[in-house]
């Protein structure tokens, strides 16, 4: 079954005007969704709208409110916030252009993935835009209206494609002043900062996000699969070794930075011999034919 696309619209660069269609670049369905259960029934629990000392009631009697102060509210009727909900924009302006290093990553808030009409004319517009984009290492930005509300737009180069990312407002980011000024100013030693530099070097590689998995996910499906096959479940007590934290440990911080850098050098020497050996192995066994 085709994707279906989010948005329809157009692209518009001053004078250069293409269509575009826009997809949701996430997916949430590999994500484990648990229900809440009655225990004694086996029921699934539902939620029925309740007010306060009136009990359940009907849906077209509910209204949103904004609350005002402690119980009491400002009501707004339905008709009244449609008169207010932006029209969807069909179009996006790229009015300013910026390097991507200058927006804070906090700002954004959801990737779609960007693609031309399937014409000839927005096929070769929507690549003299990708391609502009990359040549100068720069980010568009722009807005957009869709489904009542307005968005601020990063667009640049993703693959064959484009990725749009939807920005939030500058107020919904929180000031991390106020949380940060409680972190106590020390001085770090040199030679532990130089230890750490050290592990960060040795551990530094092109970023694969395949690499990481949800070890949570995997365990909660496995213990499923057996709940359901025979409700036997099986627990690993050995653990991975570490009793630092269970027992109250306290680790000395430079000890620690040279048992790891420490660590780390054996590895790479342990791999180092065991090619060695390999490549070793090789050139006899041939020898040997």
């Given at each position: ?134 040549k100068n290492k720069m980010v568009g930005l722009g807005q957009m209206a869709v489904r009542g509300r307005d968005y601020v737009v990063a667009i640049k180069p993703c693959g064959d494609g484009l990725l749009l990312e939807t920005l939030r407002f500058a107020d919904e980011i929180r000031e991390s002043d106020k949380i940060f000024d409680e972190i106590p100013e020390v001085k770090p030693d040199k030679e532990m900062l130089d230890l750490a530099s050290e592990l960060i070097a040795r551990k530094t590689k092109p ?83």
């Amino acid at each position: 079954m085709a994707m279906r696309a989010y948005w329809k619209g157009y692209l518009r660069l001053s004078l250069v005007n293409i269509g575009i269609e826009l997809y949701s670049a996430t997916s949430s369905s590999n994500r484990v969704s648990l229900r809440q259960i009655h225990k004694p029934t086996g029921k699934r629990i539902r939620y029925q709208k309740i007010a306060e000392g009136v009990g359940p009631v009907d849906t077209d009697e509910i209204v949103k409110g904004f609350e005002t102060s402690k119980d009491e509210y400002v009501i707004l009727e339905p008709e009244e916030l449609d008169e207010i909900k932006l029209e969807s924009k069909r179009t996006i302006d790229l009015v300013q252009f910026v390097e991507s290093c200058e927006i804070d990553p906090r700002y954004f808030e959801k990737p779609y993935y960007v693609v031309p009409r399937d014409d000839e004319v927005a096929a070769e517009g929507f690549t003299v835009i990708r391609d502009a984009l990359r040549k100068n290492k720069m980010v568009g930005l722009g807005q957009m209206a869709v489904r009542g509300r307005d968005y601020v737009v990063a667009i640049k180069p993703c693959g064959d494609g484009l990725l749009l990312e939807t920005l939030r407002f500058a107020d919904e980011i929180r000031e991390s002043d106020k949380i940060f000024d409680e972190i106590p100013e020390v001085k770090p030693d040199k030679e532990m900062l130089d230890l750490a530099s050290e592990l960060i070097a040795r551990k530094t590689k092109p970023f694969k996000p395949e690499a990481f998995k949800s070890s949570y996910a995997d365990a909660l499906m496995e213990l499923i699969k057996e709940k359901r096959e025979d409700g036997a479940v099986s627990h690993d007590d050995s653990g991975d070794g570490d009793t630092s934290r269970s027992k109250g440990k306290v680790v000395d911080l430079m000890e620690a930075l040279k048992k790891s850098v420490d660590k780390d050098k054996s590895g790479a020497k342990k791999k180092t011999a065991s090619k060695t050996s390999s490549r070793s192995s090789k050139s006899k066994s041939g020898k040997a034919a």
